[in-house]
């Protein structure tokens, strides 16, 4: 029998020597590709579903689990999609009215992708951008998800040591989806809050001019508007000044525009693609959008992902790259079907800002009954929630504290603000889009319970807490099982009863 090994692991369980031997003996066999933690899945991002994932809540069978808010998914609307499955059987191959297009469906399909999705595909694309500009479907490429279509257009548009730039925050798993197997580095444009997180012009020259001096090839800026985790769009001026940017410098811009279509307030949504046509002189080779429906209806079990070029190099390569992540034509098949349907989709976008609205608008009302500030935003599936009062100093450190305690004593799943590359500590994204109404009751009744009320009139810090904080409810009045119950209304923090 192996003995345990006496050192410290960096893992949640300690692993018998040989079992550590073992494995080692088995990354000496793999790729470097197999075996290096280049994914970006060691962070607090994943980390926080982890625990999710152990302890799931549920509203009856684990009132007590942790509750998922580190997850952009936008379930708000699913009853609209059921109903217009009821209503077009035809649609699907797996029904007996569209059974007779099986044998069609479940044949070969070229890389194209077929001819209805990719018309269904550009006319949303346009629907979602007000009808101001129009996408030809033969330059759709299709891939697994946005994350498959970030990859694919890194491929094509980077080797090995290039670089690309990202303003900060930004989504912790571009470093997977972007870098992982294409070797490609990302060199972060700092952004910070005192001029709302803008990307500016000199924080440009400063990144691109820094990578020169280090001899870093850079090949491209890549953005995301609407921003996650900001929750916010960018306007025109800003837009015009990135494509000036890169065009200057000769180097692609990437725009991923996955959450085009959760904007639920002013203003109104910008696409590059219709700034770019306002541009006299502009180089559309260097332009690439990103597009999706897991966050725009909500659909990320259907692994819909598109790369839309203005590149006519890009869009025949990215076809050959499309091959090792296609869409599935079954899924094709029905997509076509609904996103052709011109009265669901004007109905279905309609409907989802709205309710998206009423979701934040009750959330962040939430937030203010404690005096939590949050980001101001006018799209996405969160908020970009200010924590800086609750910390002991302003430190990465103490923010990851008191993230630790969000989690396992508070028992909701948000994600720290470093794991966005924030330049500043103390911001948390929080998703409010992928639950019941009931569940974020539940939710903003432990937030209320953890900041409680003598909290906010001056800020709660670590100084009241201990490295091994286990929370006391010893009174009667709160016994343990009661103020575990998140249904049960907490009059005061349970910080100022922590021992």
Same mark, same amino acid.
Request: aromatic share 12%; proline share 6%; charged share 20%.
């Given at each position: 029998m192996c003995a345990p090994e006496a050192t410290n692991l960096s893992m949640h369980k300690q692993l018998p020597f040989c079992t550590l031997k073992k494995q080692s003996l088995n990354m000496e066999i793999l790729s &470097?590709?197999?075996?290096?933690?280049?994914?970006?899945?060691?962070?607090?991002?994943?980390?926080?579903? &982890?625990? /999710?994932?152990?302890?799931?809540?549920?509203?009856?069978? $684990?009132?007590?689990?942790? *509750?998922?808010?580190?997850?952009?998914? $936008?379930?708000? #609307?699913?009853?609209?999609?059921?109903?217009?499955?009821? $209503?077009?059987? &035809?649609?699907?191959? #797996?029904?007996?009215?569209? +059974?007779?297009?099986?044998?069609? *469906?479940?044949?070969?399909?070229?890389?194209?992708? @077929?001819?209805?999705?990719?018309?269904?595909?550009?006319?949303?694309?346009? &629907?979602?951008?007000?009808?101001?500009?129009?996408?030809?479907?033969?330059?759709?490429?299709?891939?697994?998800?946005?994350?498959?279509? $970030?990859?694919? *257009?890194?491929? %094509?548009?980077?080797?090995?040591?290039?670089?690309?730039? +990202?303003?900060?925050?930004?989504?912790?798993?571009? !470093?997977?989806?972007? %870098?992982?197997?294409?070797?490609?580095?990302?060199?972060? !444009?700092? %952004?910070?809050?005192?001029?709302?997180?803008k990307i500016t012009l000199p924080a440009l020259e400063e990144a691109y001019q820094k990578a020169k001096e280090e001899k870093i090839n850079v090949k491209g800026l890549i953005i995301t508007n609407p921003s996650n985790p900001l929750g916010t769009t960018l306007d025109k001026d800003t837009l015009k000044s990135l494509v000036s940017f890169t065009n200057q410098k000769n180097i692609h811009l990437v725009c991923d525009e996955i959450y085009a279509?959760? !904007?639920?307030?002013?203003? =109104? /949504? !910008?696409?590059?693609?219709?700034?770019?046509?306002?541009?006299?002189? #502009?180089?559309?080779?260097?332009?690439?959008?990103? #597009?999706? @429906?897991?966050?725009?209806?909500?659909?990320?079990?259907?692994?819909?992902?598109?790369?839309? =070029?203005?590149?006519?190099?890009?869009?025949?390569?990215?076809?050959?790259?499309?091959?090792?992540?296609?869409?599935?034509?079954?899924t094709q098949h029905m997509l076509a079907s609904m996103l052709l349907d011109e009265n669901f989709v004007t109905k279905f976008l309609e409907e989802s800002s709205r309710r998206l609205a009423e979701r934040h608008d009750k959330f962040v009302k939430g937030l203010e009954e404690v005096n939590i500030t949050r980001f101001p935003s006018n799209a996405g599936l969160f908020c970009w929630m200010n924590l800086k009062g609750l910390l002991e100093e302003q430190s990465f450190e103490s923010e990851l504290k008191l993230w630790r305690v969000i989690i396992h004593e508070v028992k909701i799943n948000v994600s720290p603000g470093s794991s966005f590359n924030c330049s500043e500590p103390g911001w948390f994204r929080v998703c409010f889009a992928n639950m019941d109404d009931e569940t974020v009751d539940v939710a903003l009744k432990r937030i209320r319970a953890f900041v409680g009320k003598e909290g906010t009139k001056k800020p709660l810090g670590f100084k009241r807490w201990r490295p091994n904080l286990r929370l006391s409810f010893s009174s009667s009045k709160f016994d343990h099982e009661t103020v575990l119950s998140p249904h049960s209304p907490i009059p005061t923090s349970p910080l100022v009863r922590a021992t």
């Open positions: &470097k590709i197999a075996t290096n933690d280049k994914h970006g899945e060691n962070s607090p991002y994943f980390d926080g579903w &982890k625990a /999710y994932e152990r302890n799931p809540f549920h509203l009856t069978k $684990n009132p007590q689990g942790v *509750i998922q808010m580190g997850l952009a998914e $936008n379930q708000l #609307c699913f009853d609209l999609i059921e109903e217009w499955i009821r $209503n077009n059987p &035809k649609a699907s191959i #797996c029904t007996p009215e569209g +059974v007779h297009q099986f044998r069609d *469906i479940a044949n070969f399909q070229d890389y194209h992708g @077929l001819q209805d999705f990719r018309n269904g595909m550009a006319n949303f694309m346009s &629907k979602v951008r007000g009808g101001r500009v129009r996408f030809d479907p033969d330059r759709i490429l299709m891939s697994g998800g946005a994350t498959g279509a $970030n990859e694919l *257009i890194m491929f %094509c548009l980077a080797d090995p040591g290039d670089a690309f730039m +990202v303003p900060t925050p930004y989504y912790p798993a571009f !470093v997977r989806d972007l %870098c992982w197997r294409t070797g490609v580095q990302l060199i972060p !444009v700092h %952004c910070d809050s005192s001029n709302n997180f279509a959760t !904007v639920f307030n002013t203003p =109104s /949504y !910008v696409s590059v693609s219709e700034v770019i046509q306002e541009m006299e002189n #502009c180089r559309k080779e260097l332009i690439h959008v990103i #597009c999706s @429906l897991s966050k725009d209806m909500g659909f990320p079990g259907f692994r819909v992902g598109i790369v839309y =070029s203005f590149n006519d190099t890009v869009v025949n390569c990215g076809r050959k790259m499309s091959s090792f992540g296609l869409v599935s034509s079954q």
